[in-house]
C-alpha cells in the first residue's frame, strides 16, 4: 500500500494553463505539506496544513492555491502556469508538525 | 530561522570504503534534525532523525549519524559503502516547516 501517493506523476502543459495535483496520504496523519524540487535539486516547502486548516504559507506567488477537502487529502492548484513553475512538487504528511514527514514520489511538472 | 549548511555538494567513494556527509546546523532552537535519501526519480525517504534524545542515532541501511552541539553539525556516516548507496542525500532541520540543504551526491565506485 502506497502510504503518500501523487497524481499525475508527469505533467507537460502549456504556459497559461491552469492545473492541479493531487495528494493522497493513507497513514492517518493531521499534518500534509507540499514543497518544490528546481532543477538544483533545492527543496522548499510551500504549504502545510494541519487538520485541513493552513498553518504554513511560503512567500508562493498566489496563483498557486492548496486545498484541503479532508486530512487525508491536500491538493495543489496552479493557475496561469508559468516557464520557471516547471519544478518537481513533492506531497508529504507527518502524524503532526513536529514529527518526521514521509514524501510522496513527486510530480514532475513541466511548463512550455 | 533554521537552516542547515552541507558541505560538499559532490562525494564520491569506493565501495567498502567509509561513507561522510557533512551537515552542519544553524539554529536559535534546540533543532530536529533529519537525514534523507532520494534515489534517482523517486521521492525522499527517512534515514533518521535527531529529536533531542540520544546524540548517536541509527538510521535505516547501517548509517548513523551523531549531533554535536559544539560544532552545530550532525554529520552522516556508514562505515562500509555499497553501490545501491548511490543517491542524492540531503540534511534537513525543523520541527514542522522542514528547512533543507541543497544535497550531496554520493557516487560509489567498484
Known amino acids: 500500500d502506497t502510504a503518500v501517493s501523487q497524481t499525475p506523476k508527469y505533467l507537460v502543459t502549456q504556459m497559461g494553463n491552469d492545473k492541479s495535483i493531487k495528494c493522497e496520504q493513507n497513514?492517518?496523519?493531521?499534518?500534509m505539506y507540499w514543497y518544490k524540487q528546481d532543477s538544483k535539486k533545492f527543496l522548499k516547502i510551500m504549504f502545510s496544513?494541519?487538520?485541513?486548516?493552513?498553518?504554513i504559507n511560503e512567500t508562493v506567488p498566489n496563483r498557486f492555491s492548496p486545498k484541503s477537502p479532508d486530512k487525508a487529502h491536500l491538493n495543489l492548484h496552479i493557475n496561469s502556469l508559468e516557464l520557471g513553475d516547471s519544478a518537481v512538487y513533492f506531497c508529504?504528511?507527518?502524524?503532526?508538525?513536529?514529527?518526521?514527514?514521509?514524501f510522496g514520489p513527486g510530480t514532475r511538472l513541466t511548463v512550455l | 530561522a533554521q537552516s542547515v549548511t552541507q558541505l560538499g555538494s559532490h562525494v564520491s567513494v569506493s565501495e567498502g570504503a567509509l561513507v561522510l556527509l557533512r551537515c552542519n546546523y544553524s539554529?536559535?532552537?534546540?533543532?530536529?534534525l533529519f537525514w534523507y535519501v532520494q534515489y534517482p526519480n523517486q521521492g525522499l525517504q527517512l534515514l533518521l532523525k535527531?529529536?533531542?534524545?540520544?546524540?548517536l542515532v541509527k538510521g535505516i541501511n547501517g548509517f548513523e549519524a551523531e549531533f554535536k552541539k559544539s560544532e552545530t553539525s550532525f554529520h552522516l556516516t556508514k562505515p562500509s559503502a555499497h553501490m545501491s548507496d548511490a543517491a542524492e542525500y540531503f540534511c534537513?532541520?525543523?520541527?514542522?516547516?522542514?528547512?533543507f540543504g541543497t544535497g550531496t551526491r554520493l557516487q560509489v565506485f567498484p
Open positions: 496544513y494541519n487538520n485541513k486548516e493552513l498553518i
Open positions: 535527531y529529536t533531542s534524545a540520544a546524540t
Open positions: 534537513a532541520v525543523g520541527p514542522d516547516k522542514l528547512n
Open positions: 539554529s536559535s532552537v534546540p533543532p530536529y
Open positions: 497513514l492517518g496523519h493531521d499534518t
Open positions: 508529504a504528511s507527518s502524524q503532526d508538525p513536529y514529527n518526521e514527514q514521509f
